[in-house]
Nanobody, 115 residues
């Protein structure tokens, strides 16, 4: 089992910034990818960004140039720096870790961007 603990959500005005963190613990041997998804009300959960242990990164087109994903492999922690936030970024953000044949999700952290 992998446990994921998220932190860093909140309320911010449009144009502002937030930083999310997600620490993984438990059976973390063999973890490669770590990332973030989000789900807005009435919408499907969507990939925001994903980073491999080797540093390869994939971003959703909607966040390219505004969000930056990074990780500290020694701390088994992934970060999401979100700049130039827009009201459309309002959603619950979930940390995501695939390991072997299973997927692990954080509890979710609310990000609300006011106009």
């Amino acid at each position: 089992q992998v446990q994921l603990v998220e932190s860093g959500g909140g309320l911010v005005q449009a144009g502002g910034s937030l930083r999310l963190s997600c620490a993984a613990s438990g059976s973390i041997f063999g973890i490669n990818g770590m990332g973030w998804y989000r789900q807005a009300p009435g919408k499907q959960r969507e990939l925001v960004a994903l980073i491999t242990s080797g540093g390869s990164i994939n971003y959703a087109d909607s966040v390219k140039g505004r969000f930056t994903i990074s990780r500290d492999n020694a701390k088994n922690t992934v970060y999401l720096q979100m700049n130039s936030l827009k009201p459309d970024d309002t959603a619950v953000y979930y940390c995501y870790v695939p390991r072997l044949s299973r997927e692990y999700w954080g509890q979710g952290t609310q990000v609300t961007v006011s106009s």
